[in-house]
């Protein structure tokens, strides 16, 4: 990949104090990661041969973390029923005739609209993984999955993050599909 200048009217940083730059950019290179993040006018001048995307009217700043998600296709089916009623009157039923193309379509519908939305990072809990895992995979978002079935370990949930996921029992480690984690052990994709 080329580098790339992204310019926008206002990027938010994560450094100390939180600044906003007002006419900022951020400078990706040729790795596809973060070079640079400053006044816009300075990289420019900086890295003068460098190609410029400009987002007028944009905001441009880190990407969002969903850390609690359903990619379920029943969002907004139940407004103003008690939990309990919900799962039983809406989500147990279908769950018991859900197939591993619909949970992958769901998959594909909820992580596009989290990306739509400025969300980089998903943890889902789902069913049928493998087809939340393509998904994620081909639109590029970053997930964490805990299947349907919840894994256990001594009575209570493990934290599903990387750190926690390398310090479980190896049987229970972390399945990957590719930068994807997995918790659980899938059977393989086939391909």
Known sequence: ????????????????????????????GADGRIAAVGD????????????????????????????????GLLRGTAEGLPVWEWLRVFIDPMHR??????????????????LLSGT??????????HGSARAAE????????????????EGTMPIVDSAASRQLPPQRCDHQHGSLSLLGRPPPLHR
Do not use: F, K
């Open 1 to 28: 990949m080329e580098p790339l200048l992204l310019r926008a009217d206002h990027v938010v940083t994560m450094t100390a104090g939180y600044p906003v730059i007002v006419d900022g950019a951020v400078l990706v």
């Open 97 to 114: 005739v859900l197939t591993a193309r619909e949970a992958e379509v769901a998959s594909w519908l909820c992580y596009a609209e989290a």
């Open 138 to 153: 081909a639109l590029g978002i970053r997930a964490i999955w805990a299947p349907g079935q919840p894994i256990i370990i």
């Open 120 to 129: 980089t990072t998903i943890v889902d809990m789902w069913r049928y993984m």
């Open 40 to 71: 816009g006018p300075t990289l420019l001048a900086a890295h003068p041969s460098v190609a410029v995307r400009r987002l007028y009217d944009r905001i441009l700043m880190p990407g969002l973390i969903n850390s609690h998600c359903h990619s």
